[in-house]
């Protein structure tokens, strides 16, 4: 179980990361008119486990903070993801 939970932590730690660098250069991107990284992507990345990344990132960046699918999407994953994790490990630790 602990071997599952680090690798699962591992796993949320590669996404985060990923999604808030992410918004980070898709922001510097639109600055410079720039080619960009897809909606579909940054999406993806989000629902994969990224929703706390793509939350900093959003308003770190100040970045598809007036899109509403992103504005009221990823807080909803960011709370869907915190629901999931919490009755997984909760799952874990009974068995």
Do not use: C, W
Not at 51 to 67: A, E
């Amino acid at each position: 179980m602990e071997h599952f939970l680090n690798i699962l932590g591992i796993y949320l730690l590669f996404f985060n990361i990923l999604s808030f660098s992410l918004f980070g250069i898709d922001k510097n991107k639109a600055v410079r008119h720039a080619y960009r990284i897809p909606e579909k992507t940054l999406f993806l990345v989000t629902i994969l486990g990224g929703s706390l990344g793509s939350f900093l990132g959003m308003y770190l960046f100040h970045h598809k903070t007036r899109h509403l699918s992103f504005s009221v999407g990823v807080p909803i994953l960011f709370f869907l993801h915190i629901l999931l994790f919490a009755v997984l490990i909760y799952i874990l630790h009974t068995v």
